[in-house]
Structures are given as C-alpha cells and as structure tokens.
C-alpha cells in the first residue's frame, strides 16, 4: 500500500540531465564579506597571469540574485555529499550551503567529454560550493574554466583531506598546507578563471607542524598571495602516519581556540569553523561565541531530518519549509525516478538492455543489478531519514530487503514496499523541538587563545 496521500507538492525539481546549465552570473553572499566587487584587481603572480583566459572576469560582479550568507553549510564528503545528497538537503533548507563532493582537477579536464556526469546540478542547489583538489596548476587552471559555465557560487580548494590515497600518493589535499605558496598560486590560478569567489578548506596544521604560528603563516602566505578572503577551519590537526580518514577525525583533539584567535588575528578575513558540531543547537552556539560561520559534517547527512530541519529557522530566522517528512518524501520520488539510468557508461538503462529480443534472460538479470544498484545510490540519503523514531530499524530492514527483490526498480516502488514500517504520526509530523547541544562545548575558548600572531619578517608578493 503506497503511504502518500496525495499531498499537493510545495514545488517541482528539474531533473539536472534535462537541464543545460549556461554560465550564470549569480551573486555570492561571500560579497557581503569580502570588497571584492567594484574594483578590478592586479595579479601580481606569474602563474595566474599565465593561466588567466581572456573572456573571463577576473573579480566578481554583483548579480541579480543574492542568498543569506553561510552561517551554516554542509562539509563536503566523498560519496557522500553527491547530487541525491544535495537535492533531498535542499528540499529540507533553502538556506543551508550546500558543498560538492571533492572533484580532482585531473578528473575534471580527463572527462570533458562527460562532465555533466561530474558538474551538472538542477538549479534549486544555490546556494552551492564547488571543491576540487589538486597538486598542478595547469590542470586546476583548465579544471576550474571547465567548472565555472556551470555555475557554482564558490570554488573551495581542498587542502584538509588526509586520506592515504589524495595526501599520500596524490601529494595534494592536507600536504598542501606544507606549502602555502603553491595554495597562494594555485588560488590566484582559480580566481583568474572563475567570475565568483574562492575559498580554502584547511586544518590547523599536520603531524608536526601543528603550532599556532605555523598555522597563521598559512593564512598569511595565502590570503597575502591571492584574492583567498574566506578560510574553512577544520580545528583539528591530521596525522598522516596511516591512520585512516575516520581515525584523523577522532583521534587529534580539537582546537577551537586556534579557530576564534584566527578571528582576532585576521580581522579582515571571514572564517567557518569545522569539527565537532553535531547539531543546530552547537551550531548557534559557535555564532553566537563569534564564529563567522559553521560547516557540520557527518551529523547533516546521519542525521538529514534531525540537523537541516532546524537551519532555516533557528540559524536564519526565517521560516521553515513546514513540509512534513511524507512531503519531503514526495519530492524526492519526483527527483529519483526522473535521474534512474541517467549517467554513466557502465550503468545501461534497463530498456537499451531489454529493447532487442535476442537479449537473454542472463543479459536482463544484470540490467536488474545495475538498476537496483543504482537505486540504492539514489536511496542512500534518507538511510538517516527517520533516525530515533518508531519504525526505523523495521524500515532498515524492510530497505535492505527490498534492494533484493526484482521487482524495485524505481523510487516509488521502493516507497510502495518500505514505508509500511514507520507510522503516519511520523510521516505527517513537522520538525520537532530543536535537540539540545553539549553546553561547554567553547566553554573558555576565549581564556585558551594562543598569544597573537606577529607576521615574519619575509618577503611576500602581497595580492592587491
């Protein structure tokens, strides 16, 4: 029995494949911040003269459209913060940003022939941040012209990943932090090929090299060699002795003090702090210590309803959707069957499998896998969807079962066979109290700042 009521839809999503996103020229809240939009300015750094095409603006202009500023933004995380991700998220906040999973630079100008695979997003995305990574500045350079006629209203370097596979053998991500003269050129290379503004994702520092002063010279080199007017803070150091990406954001402590004297010492550069917050309630409470903004990670996408229900209103004070959780459902259903089978030269659609009549019953089983495989890729958002309430673990388990049956292929079918298991008190219930957040969470943050930053005595080209 199909749990939808026919509730009316609070608004339509256009399916990205059908959609040829040209250049826009859209305003970033960031220009609130950063006085980037009425003067041109002079690159004073070879390499972003020397990668800087001639049709493309070099600052950005004001544009029509204006969004809230990134109070609150979601983290980019591999496999994670996809397009599904990012569509069911905006569903729930208007006003949350929404982040890219990281694109390497090399994949971007290796796919060009797909890259709306890779870059295409519907619209309702925006505000959203592209981040790519990247050790060359030949390919961040082409990556970030390829990028920019999609649209993004930010392009973030990653230079906080530690994971074996982009700081080990890739050398980029956070061993770049090791040299924050290429981050200060490879940030004017981005600028010079984008029209919107660009930002840096760092930690506090890695292994050793994790001393406040350390970290403040980074910020320095970079902001002093590059238009780079807007950091990411995440307040812990990365150990890349091994440990695994899980380990590094658990076993190095945080270091929110290192966040709010970064404030103190830059006191004209804007700065999101990353690491720890869990919920809207901890978010507010890093606003309201001074934080200039705040990312969340793994809690907005554990906990989808629980975190970016409460954004809106509680971080923004503006309305909220007032959608319940069938609603949002709804909305997703429309977007899910419409995007099936529609990237990816491995995933053939059922019907090109089907369509000749010779195809054998084998050939159909394997057009069943790629469709269920791909449906629960589609799917894989709302695995946090209905967290704490009655009926979940039932529904978990009615998920996993029907990712086996032959007959879901689609969302809807998907809905018909699992949401028997949570009640119409759950389905048809708006956003809860806001949960409470830990209370010492930057309890004497401001008696544990480190002693001010004194610049060193070293030349630097300064970006002007």
């Known amino acids: ?28 809240a960031l220009d609130l911040y950063i006085n980037n939009s009425t003067k041109s300015r002079r690159k004073l750094s070879v390499f972003a003269n020397k990668h800087q095409p001639r049709n ?23 496999d994670w913060t996809d397009n599904h991700y990012r569509t069911v998220a905006r569903i729930i906040s208007k006003h949350a940003w929404l982040y890219t999973e990281m694109l390497a630079a090399e994949t971007i100008v290796h796919q060009q022939g797909d890259l709306d695979r890779f870059l295409a997003f519907s619209p309702e995305q925006h505000p959203i941040v592209l981040q790519i990574g990247g050790n060359n500045l030949d390919s961040i350079a082409k990556a970030t012209q390829l990028a920019n006629s999609y649209g993004y209203d930010e392009i973030n370097l990653n230079c906080g990943c530690p994971s074996p596979k982009v700081a080990g053998h890739g050398c980029f991500g956070v061993r770049l932090m090791l040299d924050p003269k290429f981050v200060g050129e490879a940030m004017s290379v981005i ?34 060699l590059s238009p780079t007017k807007h950091f990411i803070i995440h307040s812990r150091k990365a150990l890349l002795n ?22 103190r010492d830059f006191p004209d550069l804007r700065f999101t702090i990353n690491g720890g917050i869990i919920c809207v ?47 949002v459902l709804e909305q997703y259903q429309i977007y899910g069957d419409a995007v099936l089978g529609t990237f990816g030269n491995s995933r053939p659609n059922i019907r090109d499998l089907i369509k000749d009549k010779a195809t054998s019953h084998k050939m159909f089983s394997v057009a069943l896998l790629f469709v269920r495989d791909e449906c629960v890729t589609v799917l894989q958002p709302l695995f946090g969807f209905f967290h704490s309430e009655p009926g979940n673990n039932l529904w978990k388990r009615k998920a996993d079962a029907a990712f086996q049956m032959k007959n879901i292929t689609t969302v809807k079918s998907f809905f018909e066979e699992t949401l028997v298991a949570i009640p119409d008190a759950v389905l048809d219930s708006h956003v809860a109290e806001l949960p409470s957040g830990r209370k010492d969470l930057f309890a004497n943050v401001r008696g544990l700042l480190p002693p001010p930053y004194e610049t060193r005595e070293e030349e630097v080209t300064v970006y002007a």
């Open 281 to 327: 309630d901890e978010v507010n409470a890093a606003l309201r210590e001074g934080a200039h903004g705040v990312m969340v990670g793994r809690a907005a996408y554990n906990y989808l309803w629980n975190t970016l229900a409460h954004v809106d209103s509680a971080i923004y004070g503006a309305p909220s959707s007032g959608l319940t959780r069938r609603q």
């Open 191 to 224: 600028a010079a090929n984008t029209d919107v503004p660009v930002s840096v994702k760092c930690r506090i520092g890695l292994d050793d090299h994790d001393s406040y002063n350390e970290l403040c010279d980074f910020i320095y080199k970079v902001s002093s």
């Open 56 to 78: 493309i603006k070099t600052h950005t202009e004001m544009g029509a459209e204006q969004y809230r500023p990134p109070l609150f933004s979601v983290a980019p995380m591999m």
């Open 242 to 263: 091994g440990i695994s990406p899980a380990d590094n954001r658990r076993i190095p402590p945080l270091k929110y003090e290192y966040y709010y004297a970064l404030l």
């Open 1 to 28: 029995m199909v749990k939808f009521s026919g509730y009316s839809l609070t608004s339509s999503f256009t399916p990205f494949h059908s959609v040829i996103l040209k250049k826009q020229r859209i305003f970033s």
